[in-house]
């Protein structure tokens, strides 16, 4: 028997003598109830379960074979029952984790202070997938949790928002503009500097230079974040950066955040995880020292 739900199926139509009740005691509809009787009756070649009068009563060969599926069920029980004992300190799990170079430049070193904390011998890989790859990771269990603005990610997918951002105006100290009011007439003279994010939420930044007038001005395109603030020091242009990410390269690089003249809605970070991932006590336990670790580091 390869899905564990029929067992709990068995286990209430042996209990209930009713497909409704059984039904009702395990939260499912009567028709998911009599598809798991249809898939028992062809694994065993059996009835198992007979109308007679108003009650569904076990056939010979179900009562025969009782015994050792409840039994099997009561162990599975078990092995739940000491998952949920899981201690963080004795975990030993490699975790893999997608996130872009701004996840990992602002939230990873605090990740792995409570990671090092709460689990020293469990350890984190990230990759840097693209959507369609990110969810077909997740849904094989190659990647374990998905971090960043991913609104296209539905598929069996989960999500819970960990901090809401919005966009600022980054330029080199010593910028023309830098003593100067940012405003949008001057915003738009300027070339500009473009993380390309394909496939993430990101897109509508550059739909939104594109409408406001700057479609010709997009100085250069880079596909990842971190090598903009090298560009910006050895020139004049402005880039349009996550107020968080824009924080944290300014404690490392002579950069000046100003406030957008451009109105953008403010984009929802959030932690995003398959439905094959929601159960497991180590799983669930990492997801929310992630999400805590998130919400720190995102915080303004």
């Known amino acids: ?14 209990r209930d003598h009713s497909v409704s ?51 099997a069920l009561d162990l599975v029980r078990e092995a739940q029952s000491r998952a949920l004992e899981f201690s963080p300190q004795h975990c030993r799990k490699v975790f893999t984790v997608r996130t872009r170079d701004i ?12 990671l090092q904390t709460q689990a020293p011998m469990s350890r984190i890989n990230t990759v840097a997938s693209s959507v369609e790859e990110t969810l077909i990771g997740l849904s094989t269990g190659r990647i374990d949790l998905a971090i960043g603005y991913l609104p296209t990610l539905k598929t069996d997918i989960h999500r819970t928002i960990v901090s809401s951002q919005h966009y600022v105006c980054a330029l080199r100290r010593g910028h ?15 070339q500009h500097l473009l993380v390309e994010t394909g496939g993430t939420g990101h897109v509508l930044l550059e739909r939104a230079l594109i409408e406001a007038g700057a479609r010709h001005n997009i100085g250069v395109r880079i596909p990842q974040y971190l090598s903009a603030p090298h560009l910006l020091l050895e020139s004049d242009m402005l880039w349009v950066v996550p107020n968080v990410l824009g924080k944290t390269l300014s404690r490392f690089f002579p950069l000046l955040l100003k406030p957008l003249p451009l109105v953008l809605p403010e984009f929802d970070i959030a932690l995003y995880w398959h439905d094959r991932f929601h159960r497991d006590p180590q799983n669930k336990w990492f997801r929310e020292m992630l999400a805590a670790a998130l919400r720190e580091s995102l915080a303004d």
């Open 103 to 114: 996840g990992e430049a602002v939230c990873l070193p605090t990740i792995l202070k409570m």
């Open 21 to 71: 009740i059984a039904a009702d005691n395990l939260g499912v509809t009567q028709g998911a109830v009599s598809s798991s009787l249809k898939r028992l009756r062809q694994e065993y070649g059996d009835r198992l379960f007979t109308v007679v009068g108003r009650r569904m009563e076990p056939t010979p060969f179900a009562v025969q074979i009782a015994p050792t599926l409840l039994e």
């Open 1 to 14: 028997m390869k899905d564990l739900n029929l067992l709990f199926a068995f286990e209430a139509l042996w």
């Open 176 to 190: 023309p503009l830098a003593d100067a009011e940012l405003t949008l007439e001057r915003f738009l003279a300027q």
